[in-house]
């Protein structure tokens, strides 16, 4: 559970965050979030210290509370950090785990950040990883998955390659992500204004480019919207063949891996599209 305290946290307040708190059941996992606070009410601080130091250890509940200025008298205080376990994994379902990425990206576009104790992340993914999910995107420099969706070490395969094309290497990385981690979730994830996308729209040739930049052209041709300027400088263009590529990618996938065609077919994993605007920082799947 997550309390978020609003910008100034009155007396008012007092018994709704009360009620909330001492509502809590045993053994869960608690983040009181007071980074956007510039005034917390001294009863409120009494309540906080109160779960804190009583409430909390009667009922197991394990608490972080973040984001206190120093003028509260009251300090942050850390005790666990989200890092997900195999049997928590397991589970997920393909669409808890597509409602956290939404999550992410709004939170992402809103500037609401989720705090990140990435030291703590490192200690506790030493000895294992349980990624849920893996993401198939570009390398351009704007479009860093885990930013994108707010997550945290471990959470996530990251495969970034220009254009987010596939070949084998790729494919028996993604292969390996669902049969020997069990990640639940792949998303082929391409963007606006692609500069590989670009490229392969104005047919450059440019060494070992050449090669990745052929991968795209079947989603030019996938293209019929676009009777003029079909080239890479018309930006409805390339976006649109993004589009085409991401689903492009996709089918290939399908076709190409008989592990994860089966995985799919069983309802073990989903596999699903999405366009990052690199203007705006939002995400829009196809599902």
């Known amino acids: 559970m997550r309390l978020e305290l609003p910008n100034q946290v009155s007396f008012l307040n007092k018994a709704s965050i009360k009620d909330t708190l001492w509502?809590?059941?045993?053994?869960?996992?608690?983040?009181?979030?007071?980074?956007?606070?510039?005034?917390?009410?001294?009863?409120?601080?009494?309540?906080?210290?109160?779960?804190?130091?009583?409430?909390?250890?009667?009922?197991?509940i394990k608490l972080n509370i973040l984001g206190l200025k120093k003028h509260y008298q009251l300090e942050d205080h850390i005790?666990?950090?989200?890092?997900?376990?195999?049997?928590?994994?397991?589970?997920?379902?393909?669409?808890?785990?597509?409602?956290?990425?939404?999550?992410?990206?709004?939170?992402?576009?809103?500037?609401?950040?989720?705090?990140?104790?990435?030291?703590?992340?490192?200690?506790?993914t030493a000895f294992g990883q349980n990624p849920f999910a893996i993401v198939l995107s570009c390398i351009d420099s704007r479009t860093t998955t885990e930013h994108i969706f707010d997550l945290g070490l471990g959470d996530i395969f990251s495969v970034r390659i220009a254009g987010n094309i596939?070949?084998?290497?790729?494919?028996?990385?993604?292969?390996?992500?669902?049969?020997?981690i069990g990640a639940k979730l792949i998303v082929v994830l391409g963007h606006t204004k692609c500069g590989a996308i670009k490229g392969a729209c104005n047919q450059v040739h440019l060494g070992n480019l050449t090669g990745l930049l052929d991968k795209i052209k079947p989603a030019i041709e996938m293209e019929k919207t676009i009777t003029e300027n079909r080239d890479g400088s018309n930006d409805l263009f390339v976006n649109k063949v993004s589009e085409q590529n991401v689903f492009h990618t996709i089918n290939r996938i399908?076709?190409?891996?008989?592990?994860?065609?089966?995985?799919?077919?069983?309802?073990?994993?989903?596999?699903?599209?999405?366009?990052?605007?690199?203007?705006?920082?939002?995400?829009?799947?196809?599902?």
């Open 254 to 287: 399908r076709k190409e891996s008989d592990i994860i065609a089966d995985f799919e077919n069983n309802g073990k994993i989903k596999m699903i599209g999405g366009l990052y605007d690199i203007e705006t920082g939002k995400v829009t799947f196809y599902e």
């Open 23 to 60: 509502c809590i059941p045993n053994q869960s996992k608690v983040v009181i979030d007071a980074t956007n606070c510039d005034f917390i009410d001294n009863d409120i601080l009494e309540i906080i210290e109160d779960f804190k130091t009583t409430i909390s250890k009667e009922k197991n």
């Open 166 to 180: 596939l070949n084998e290497d790729i494919l028996g990385s993604i292969e390996f992500g669902v049969h020997e």
């Open 79 to 124: 005790q666990f950090v989200n890092v997900l376990n195999k049997a928590d994994q397991q589970k997920m379902t393909p669409g808890d785990i597509l409602e956290i990425l939404k999550k992410g990206n709004e939170r992402f576009v809103t500037g609401n950040w989720s705090e990140k104790y990435l030291k703590h992340q490192v200690n506790a």
